[in-house]
């Protein structure tokens, strides 16, 4: 089992940052690749970026140039940068461990609104 916490959510205004924050613990060692999603109301939940545990990123085209996703594996901590941040981007925000091919682990999410 591996669990994980999000933390850094809030209230921005637009053009603002924030960064993200999830701690995972338990049987890491069988995670390759951890992400991050969001759901907006009324809307599905959408992969926003992933990393491999070797570094590789990839990012939904909408928050390409502006948000970062990175990894500290020796601390087992992932974390998203986010800058400009717009109201589309208002949403909660969960981070999500993958194993063997499936997104299996999945935090509580954290919410980030973007409103003046």
């Known amino acids: 089992q591996v669990q994980l916490v999000e933390s850094g959510g809030g209230l921005v205004q637009p053009g603002g940052s924030l960064r993200l924050s999830c701690a995972a613990s338990g049987s890491i060692f069988s995670i390759n690749v951890m992400g991050w999603y969001r759901q907006a109301p009324g809307k599905q939940r959408e992969l926003v970026a992933g990393?491999?545990?070797?570094?590789?990123?990839n990012y939904a085209d909408s928050v390409k140039g502006r948000f970062t996703i990175s990894r500290d594996n020796a601390k087992n901590m992932m974390y998203l940068e986010m800058n400009r941040l717009k109201p589309e981007d208002t949403a909660l925000y969960y981070c999500?461990?993958?194993?063997?091919?499936?997104?299996?682990?999945w935090g509580q999410g954290t919410q980030v609104t973007v409103s003046s």
């Open positions: 990393i491999t545990s070797g570094g590789s990123t």
């Open positions: 999500a461990a993958r194993e063997r091919g499936l997104w299996n682990y």
